[in-house]
């Protein structure tokens, strides 16, 4: 009687077929920021120029920052839209005024788009911030975030202080723009538009 034929041993499923949906989902996760970068730095078509100073990408801070009005939120929270972000003190002088003004102005000025845009102040100190600069800027998230921290994450490539300048952070959380003091509003505005467009054309996961 011949011997019954051994059972086959089923093959393991290769690295990539057990893992292609994550490899997937992260693909889709990533698409937006890399289509803006790629679109913004790389296939810049020929005389074109940005305005902004392209940082090291560097991730927000992600402790959670006490604001002035509702409970504590991290900037990470924010992620899956783009974030506009200034630093300084409550007393908030003239050039904080002046970028908080940049910023509202330039979400305003993307029309439609501008759901995809955040605004953030970050109060370096404990100053006590007007009133009626709140309500000047209402809709905008003011936080409290420890000095040091601010500026280790704002540090300028120059070394020049961060009061008074814009930062852009990237739809993952990423640090990656700053705009120079006292900017040209219509250049500021063309550097938003094309990463809009840019990442427009790609499928958003916002963070939760």
């Known amino acids: 009687m011949s ?7 089923p093959r393991p499923r290769s690295h990539w077929r057990r893992y292609g949906v994550l490899y997937a989902v992260i693909a889709v996760s990533l698409a937006p920021v890399i289509a803006s970068y790629l679109a913004y730095y790389v296939f ?14 560097r991730p927000v801070l992600t402790q959670p920052l006490l604001r002035e009005t509702g409970p504590s939120l991290s900037l990470s929270e924010l992620g899956g839209r783009w974030v506009l972000v200034t630093a300084g003190g409550g007393a908030c002088t003239e050039p904080c005024r002046a970028a908080l003004l ?10 439609k788009e501008m759901e995809r845009i955040e605004r953030v102040w970050l109060v370096t100190d404990a100053a006590p911030i007007a009133p009626e600069l709140l309500r ?51 250049r500021v505005k063309k550097d938003l538009a094309r990463l809009l467009t840019a990442s427009s054309h790609w499928v958003r996961v916002q963070k939760k």
């Open 3 to 9: 011997p019954a034929p051994a059972a086959e041993v």
């Open 44 to 57: 810049q078509p020929s005389g074109r120029t940005n305005y902004g100073t392209l940082l090291e990408p």
């Open 102 to 111: 940049q910023m509202r102005q330039q979400r305003l000025m993307t029309g």
């Open 136 to 186: 000047a800027y209402d809709g905008m998230h003011v936080l409290r975030a420890p000095a040091d921290a601010v500026n280790a994450l704002l540090v300028a490539p120059d070394g020049s202080g961060v009061e008074g300048h814009v930062f852009l952070v990237d739809p993952m959380g990423n640090l990656m723009l700053r705009w120079p003091l006292d900017p040209e509003p219509q």
